[in-house]
């Protein structure tokens, strides 16, 4: 089946550093890739959604500037976390389509990052 | 707007049926997915509808209506193993995911 990686899984950093999270389709060619955070006990925010080779989409309220995403390949996408500060401490998840017009959605395993 | 409702917790015996409710209001409608997850891990893949009716996958079933914006998870035999948060979402017409919050399913012995 189509498996989705992230790394890293769990990430501790200081406030003001940046932080890189990779998003990697293992077994399948992703033509789109999405970012979600998900705060405890909280329902999936969709970030943002990218497409190999163009710009993401950022959903209303969140800074493209301060989080970063690359799409480089059909198979890679990295969400960087610029400056991160302690509310940006979450669960990072992000999710693969490998078909346009084929709607299910893999799951990488989450990256929990917490800026203290 | 677009809408997912779904209750915030259930509690069922283990070797029970419960069933989880959902009923959606989107701009378009390409398909109903449910997932599951554990605390602190990633959704993992249940079930996707598109079509009306109910599709059977081993102890899990799924049913939906589209005339009703609504559908159901339905667990039997339920299990330990089976307490985790269960997420209804519905693809819209520009095929992106529009989540609901969650029911957090709680077994009991």
């Known amino acids: 089946g189509a498996v989705v990686s992230q790394h890293p899984s769990r990430v501790i950093c200081k406030s003001g550093t940046s932080v890189k999270i990779e998003c990697r389709s293992l077994?399948?060619?992703?033509?789109?890739m999405f970012w979600y955070r998900q705060f405890p006990k909280k329902s999936l925010m969709l970030m943002a959604t990218?497409?190999?080779?163009?710009?993401?989409?950022?959903e209303q309220g969140v800074e493209k500037d301060k989080f970063l995403i690359n799409h480089a390949s059909l198979t890679l996408s990295t969400l960087t976390v610029t400056s991160a500060h302690p509310e940006d401490s979450s669960f990072y998840i992000c999710s693969a389509r490998a078909l346009a017009g084929y709607n299910e959605q893999f799951f990488g395993p989450g990256t929990r990052l917490t800026v203290l | 707007g677009q809408n997912i409702d779904q209750p915030t917790e259930m509690t069922a015996t283990e070797g029970a049926i419960v069933q989880i409710n959902c009923t959606y209001q989107?701009?378009?409608?390409?398909?109903l997915f449910w997932y599951q997850q554990h605390a602190g891990e990633a959704p993992t893949f249940l079930s996707y509808?598109?079509l009306d009716g109910l599709e059977e996958k081993g102890r899990f079933s799924s049913f939906l209506s589209r005339s009703k914006g609504y559908s159901y998870l339905l667990l039997k035999e339920l299990q330990m193993k089976d307490s985790a948060s269960y997420l209804c979402?519905?693809?819209?017409?520009?095929?992106?995911?529009?989540w609901g919050a969650g029911t957090k399913l709680i077994i009991k012995p």
């Open positions: 989107t701009s378009g409608f390409n398909g």
């Open positions: 077994d399948f060619q992703a033509t789109t």
């Open positions: 979402a519905v693809m819209d017409s520009n095929y992106q995911l529009i």
């Open positions: 990218s497409n190999e080779g163009s710009k993401a989409t950022y």
């Open positions: 509808n598109v």
